[in-house]
């Protein structure tokens, strides 16, 4: 089928070309270039804006023993103890966008497609990423408390919706002509 096809090439393919060009912090423009590329081949796409927090297997595995830190210096005591880490992405102010999230592109209202996740790599923690899809349940699009919670690799990621819509100021968003010929070598890719 056509939308698997599109997205296996957006997860396998576009982050590489992004990163040619941009930085690792680009979710706007990484996200940009994904509904470009699933509009151009009908797929409803849309962007979300989140932020998202990364824990280690080591972190899970504190977390499944204690819970849920609910303070900071709990996950610094275990970082310091077992060499628990996490890390989040979307919370601190982007100085050139004033931008606080992170985007990620919701496709057909029932998954989620964060291909610029890596950003939030931290090997020396055991934190190595890769763009991720994963399905979404109602709950969290209607804005439920509880953060969307994912496994991979040992990893938990654990994403919340959020309501700040700046990223339509920045360049990376309003400047097509900045991602296009990206998305053009993307659908080359796919009907090739």
């Not at 057909?108 to 964060?114: A, Q, R």
């Not at 399905?135 to 804005?143: A, C, K, L, P, V």
């Not at 919670?149 to 990223?167: A, L, M, P, Q, V």
Request: charged letters at 25%; a positive charge.
């Amino acid at each position: 089928m056509m939308k698997e096809k599109v997205l296996k090439v957006l997860l396998e393919k576009a982050r590489q070309e992004i990163l040619k060009e941009f930085n690792p912090d680009s979710c706007i423009v990484s996200t940009a270039v994904c509904i470009d590329v699933l509009k151009h081949f009908g797929i409803l796409a849309e962007p979300l804006p989140v932020r998202v927090m990364v824990f280690n297997k080591i972190a899970v595995d504190c977390i499944n023993k204690w819970g849920m830190p609910v303070k900071d210096h709990t996950i610094y005591e275990w970082s310091r103890k077992y060499g628990a880490w996490s890390v989040g992405v979307g919370f601190s102010k982007r100085l050139d966008t004033g931008y606080v999230g992170h985007l990620v592109a919701l496709v057909e209202n029932t998954e989620i497609l964060d291909i610029s996740l890596d950003q939030a790599s931290r090997p020396q923690h055991k934190i190595v990423l890769s763009p991720l899809k994963f399905e979404i349940s109602s709950d969290f699009m209607s804005g439920a408390r509880m953060p969307f919670t994912s496994k991979r690799d040992g990893c938990i990621f654990c994403y919340e919706k959020i309501t700040n819509y700046g990223y339509t100021q920045s360049p990376d968003w309003l400047k097509r002509s900045r991602r296009k010929h990206i998305v053009d070598k993307l659908i080359k890719i796919i009907e090739g």
